[in-house]
């Protein structure tokens, strides 16, 4: 059974990418039919809105780039966690997570913006600058 649930455009378009990420990663052929079959059920919802407006692929593409660089640095500051590791590395990794998400939101936000969208994500944090 699934459940279907309001979204914004840019959570709908960051889960897409995600999966694609997955389906270009992952090995296991259960984990891959699962992958498959919820990007396919994404997408359509997505297509569903027929040409996108000027400037969406482009925060779509960001997104996806944003969204790699993030499987990245979770792969490394788990091998540093796996090694006990707690270096400058590390340090920089984690850092590295928070200043990605806070590009990850702000390319959310554009496609929503962009999309027009009735939902809109909301972060409220300490500004780190």
């Known amino acids: 059974m699934s459940v ?10 960051d889960k897409i990418t995600i999966l694609e990420i997955k389906q270009q990663k992952l090995e296991d052929p259960a984990a891959l039919e699962n992958v498959r079959k919820e990007l396919a059920l ?14 969406v692929a482009a925060a779509t593409d960001g997104l996806r780039t944003v969204n790699e660089s993030l499987w990245r640095i979770e ?10 590791n707690f ?9 590295a997570v928070y200043k990605t998400n806070d590009r ?26």
């Not at 792969?75 to 006990?84: N, T, V």
């Not at 270096?87 to 850092?95: D, W």
């Open 4 to 13: 279907l649930v309001p979204v914004s455009w840019g959570e709908l378009i």
């Open 104 to 129: 990850r939101a702000a390319l959310k936000r554009e496609i929503n913006t962009l999309m027009k969208s009735d939902i809109y994500e909301e972060k409220s944090y300490a500004s780190y600058d």
């Open 87 to 95: 270096n400058k590395t590390f340090i920089e990794l984690a850092r």
């Open 42 to 55: 994404l997408s359509a919802v997505r297509d569903k809105a027929g040409t996108l407006p000027d400037g």
């Open 75 to 84: 792969d490394d500051i788990r091998d540093c966690e796996r090694e006990k």
